[in-house]
Every structure is written in C-alpha cells, then in structure tokens.
C-alpha cells in the first residue's frame, strides 16, 4: 500500500507523560502536514514541512510540540508533557508540488487519549 | 473570521437521492482551490472534489459535484444517486494561493443515508 502511513493507530498515555507519533508519507510527496482534529471539529493545522524543512508552524504548536522531518521522508511529533487537553486525533497528510492545487493525502490518524 | 462555513451539522437523505452540502468561503486572495473530503468512522480523510477558483465549470467525479458560486463563496459539494457507504462526515477545505501552505477546514456535515 503507497498511502499515508501513521504509527501508532491508537495511543493512551498518563498525563505528563512523553508520547512520539510517526508519518510516513507517500513516497514522492515532499509536502508534508500535521493536523490536529478533536471531537466534532474539522482538522486544525499544526505545522507544515516541504522536504525536510518546517515552513510553518501554527499557535496551536506550543513549546511542548516538535516536530521533525529528517531527510525530507518520515516525520515524528512529539508531545512532551502531555495535558488532557492533548487528547484529539492526529492527522498527517502529504501532497505534491506539482500542481498549486494538489490534494492532500492523509492517513488514518493516530488517536491520542491523555488520563 | 472564519475561512470555511459548513452550517449543516447534520443531513438525513434517503438512499437514491441527491443531497447538497452547504459550504462558504472566506478570502481575499483571488486565487484559492477548494476541496472536499470525507471521513467515516474510521478517521481516514478520503478527498473527493476540488475546484480552482480561476476554473471555469463546476467540477464534477462521479456522483460528486461542486456547485462553485464565485460571487456569493460558496461551493456546495451535491452527491448524486446517494448510497449506504455515503453516510460519514464531510469537510469543505481551502488553500489560499499566496500560501498554499495549509488547508483550512470547516467543522463538517455528518451526512447519514436512510435505507
């Protein structure tokens, strides 16, 4: 399968605890995104890389948040110190350059339960 | 301001008919693609449809259809000939062209088909 892969599916972890997610993008995608999706709510952005450099990053990213894209391919997010209020799906996407209009694609999220 | 307004939370239609989700958008910039994509219960973000903002017929897949209204922002996506598998939530999107950087999502319908 060439989609978008994200690792793991299901994460529980105890508040103050560390947790690192994992992307792996299509493989000649060298845009790739983060995005934050809580309960009845739409995808909020959270950062953005086009090969291995972040171009952007949202408010939403506070100091707890890193991001990572060694080598322009996979991409790690980490949350240190987590809250509750971090518990949400998150969502990684990868898009082309090829066109200003390209899709993005996403994978099916990693889904992230603070207690 | 909000950059994308979906003010249908929830739609009931009945199986083999035609539904129209609402969408409005909000930017300056004049150039901008907007997308929709569906998400089912099992979190994967599916895209369906885009429509450039300089593109002069409505976009069409299938039994997806955008109905793009440049003077009033808005770009309702219509499914023709609605199935069971079509019940799941759906997102309106937009990049901006200046950026192009992130896509903004609207909060979503929750589209669910009655046999």
């Known amino acids: 399968d060439t989609g978008v892969s994200q690792d793991p599916r299901h994460k529980i972890t105890k508040r103050g605890q560390n947790v690192t997610f994992r992307c792996d993008p299509i493989s000649e995608h060298n845009r790739l995104y983060w995005y934050r999706q809580t309960l009845g709510q739409g995808p909020e952005f959270l950062t953005y890389f086009q090969n291995e450099a972040q171009l952007e990053k949202s408010r939403l990213l506070s100091d707890r948040f890193s991001a990572e894209r060694p080598k322009g391919s996979f991409s790690t997010l980490e949350i240190q110190r987590t809250e509750q209020g971090d518990s949400a799906m998150y969502l990684c996407?990868?898009?082309?350059?090829?066109?200003?209009?390209?899709?993005?694609?996403f994978g099916q999220g990693t889904r992230l339960t603070v207690v | 301001a909000q950059k994308i307004t979906q003010t249908q939370p929830g739609m009931f239609v009945q199986e083999k008919e035609a539904v129209t989700l609402d969408c409005t958008y909000d930017?300056?910039?004049?150039?901008?693609?907007l997308f929709w994509y569906k998400q089912p219960s099992s979190g994967e973000m599916i895209f369906l449809i885009y429509q450039g903002s300089y593109d002069q017929q409505n976009a069409t897949e299938g039994r997806y259809s955008l109905n793009f209204q440049k003077a009033r922002k808005s770009a309702n996506l219509v499914i023709s000939a609605s199935q069971l598998g079509d019940s799941a939530m759906y997102f309106c999107?937009?990049?901006?062209?200046?950026?192009?950087?992130?896509?903004?999502f609207g909060t979503g319908t929750s589209l669910t088909v009655i046999p």
């Open positions: 999107a937009m990049r901006e062209g200046n950026t192009g950087n992130q896509f903004y």
């Open positions: 996407a990868s898009s082309s350059v090829t066109g200003v209009w390209t899709e993005a694609f």
């Open positions: 930017t300056s910039d004049p150039s901008y693609g």
